[in-house]
T-cell receptor, first 114, second 110 residues
Framework: NAGVTQTPKFQVLKTGQSMTLQCAQDMNHEYMSWYRQDPGMGLRLIHY???????DQGEVPNGYNVSRSTTEDFPLRLLSAAPSQTSVYFCASGRTRGREYEQYFGPGTRLTVT | TQLLEQSPQFLSIQEGENLTVYCNSL?????LQWYRQEPGEGPVLLVTVVTGGEVKKLKRLTFQFGDARKDSSLHITAAQPGDTGLYLC??????????WGAGTKLIIKP
């Protein structure tokens, strides 16, 4: 199993450009999430999905869109990039095991907006 | 807004010493998770604690969930250079959404 894969690993955008960060998982997990990680702030939830066709906003959704047409894929779209979106983006998939919720992260995409 | 305060933010100690990292909140969580993150990689789940007062051990790492399920601690015995990394705690708030601490950067010097 490849686990959670993310592409690209690095990306530089100009202000106003749009792009899609790709995320795929091969573990048949119901739950998928997108986070951004900024220095000293931990991880912040952008959007999440509890299954194909179902998405919801997290803590910091503005400027981002998601869709979940299949169980495997959960792309994150930046509509019009801003310097404030410079960050490291992590995709995660998750499952429940009894009362425990387990989450598995991808390797991240480092995005710089100039 | 639920917050998870993690302390200390940074810790640098010698190999062989013991240490404890704390994760505190005013909110009750249904479970709490601990992760370790290496530079340039995503966080990796170490353990999930679910029951108030629960203690779990992972080799030299001991994790405890507070009785009221508002706080947790990670204790490392006889730290090794391989323990170096960023340790993150995350509380499960609702609908599998996690509230994250800012992390503890741990450096173990040989």
């Amino acid at each position: 199993n490849a686990g959670v894969t993310q592409t690209p690993k690095f990306q530089v955008l100009k202000t106003g450009q749009s792009m899609t960060l790709q995320c795929a998982q091969d573990m048949n997990h119901e739950y998928m999430s997108w986070y951004r990680q900024d220095p000293g702030m931990g991880l912040r939830l952008i959007h999440y999905s509890v299954g194909a066709g179902i998405t919801d906003q997290g803590e910091v959704p503005n400027g981002y869109n998601v869709s979940r047409s299949t169980t495997e894929d959960f792309p994150l779209r930046l509509l019009s990039a801003a310097p404030s979106q410079t960050s490291v983006y992590f995709c995660a998939s998750g499952r429940t095991r009894g009362r425990e919720y387990e989450q598995y992260f991808g390797p991240g995409t480092r995005l710089t907006v100039t | 807004t639920q917050l998870l305060e993690q302390s200390p933010q940074f810790l640098s100690i010698q190999e062989g010493e013991n240490l404890t990292v704390y994760c505190n909140s005013l909110s009750v969580f249904s479970s709490l998770q601990w992760y370790r993150q290496e530079p340039g990689e995503g966080p990796v789940l170490l353990v999930t604690v679910v029951t108030g007062g629960e203690v779990k051990k992972l080799k030299r790492l001991t994790f405890q969930f507070g009785d009221a399920r508002k706080d947790s601690s990670l204790h490392i015995t006889a730290a090794q250079p391989g323990d170096t990394g960023l340790y993150l705690c995350a509380g499960e708030a609702s609908n599998y959404q996690l509230i994250w601490g800012a992390g503890t950067k741990l450096i173990i010097k040989p």
